[in-house]
């Protein structure tokens, strides 16, 4: 039902409709923009991701390097990706959350 039992003014529905929608690519626009960085080992592997997740740089400290011992480095890759992987589902729920919650549902957005 709506207020007072009248119809839905459709112009006023679309305009809101279309602002959503606008919204909803300046948001996405911005996660595309944004760099977020995770890291592992105190810092000595650095990852940086954007806001929809796409690996753009990781910086490794020579000290952590061992011929000897790649499977820690390895590791500590690993754990640094997949923090700044978090770090950006956090901004993209942080970002997308209140649009996408207006709009009923996640858009198949990952984690919402």
Do not use: C, H, W, Y
Not at 62 to 69: A, G, R, S
């Amino acid at each position: 039902m709506f207020p007072g039992g009248g119809t839905p003014d459709m112009q006023a529905i679309l305009e809101q409709a279309q602002k959503m929608q606008e919204q909803l690519l300046a948001a996405q626009q911005e996660l595309a923009d944004a760099e977020v960085e995770g890291s592992a080992g105190g810092g000595m592997v650095k990852a940086t991701v954007s806001g929809s997740g796409e690996l753009k740089a990781l910086v490794i400290d020579p000290k952590v390097v061992d011929p000897d011992d790649v499977e820690t480095l390895s590791d500590l890759v690993i754990a640094a990706v997949r923090d700044a992987g978090a770090n950006a589902q956090k901004l993209a729920e942080k970002t997308m959350g209140p649009l996408a919650g207006g709009l009923g549902g996640g858009f198949g957005l990952p984690g919402m």
